[in-house]
């Protein structure tokens, strides 16, 4: 099992910053593959990043590449998301995930397994 807790959500002005954490704990952590999907109101989750915790490698959704970066923190299995110059377009809960398996990468919300409890951006124009 592993337990997953965003927090870092708030409101925001356009273009601003935030910066989520989601803090893992359960089980080893070497074998996760763990992401970030965000929903707004009347749409389809969608992906934003997803980061294989043994290595580091990363992926991101190609339309928020150069303003959304994931990292993750291994001493405080801790991962997160970097949101820079917000648009109102950005506004959703935003999830963390995570998948056991040895595809290091995937953006579909089907194969995450553990899901956190999702924390509300809210970017104001």
């Known amino acids: 099992q592993v337990r997953l807790v965003e927090s870092g959500g708030g409101l925001v002005q356009a273009g601003g910053s935030l910066r989520l954490s989601c803090a893992a704990s359960?089980?080893?952590?070497?074998?996760?593959?763990m992401g970030w999907f965000r929903q707004a109101p009347g749409k389809e989750r969608e992906f934003v990043a997803c980061?294989?915790?043994?290595?580091?490698?990363?992926s991101h959704e190609d339309s928020l590449k150069g303003r959304f970066t994931i990292a993750r923190d291994d001493a405080k299995s801790t991962m997160y998301l970097q949101m820079n110059t917000l648009k109102s377009e950005d506004t959703a809960v935003y999830y963390c995930?995570?998948?056991?398996?040895?595809?290091?990468?995937?953006?579909?919300?089907?194969?995450?397994?553990?899901w956190g409890q999702g924390t509300q951006v809210t970017v104001s124009s």
């Open positions: 359960g089980r080893t952590l070497g074998a996760l593959t």
């Open positions: 980061i294989r915790w043994s290595g580091g490698a990363k």
């Open positions: 995930a995570a998948y056991i398996g040895l595809t290091p990468h995937s953006s579909r919300s089907s194969d995450y397994t553990y």
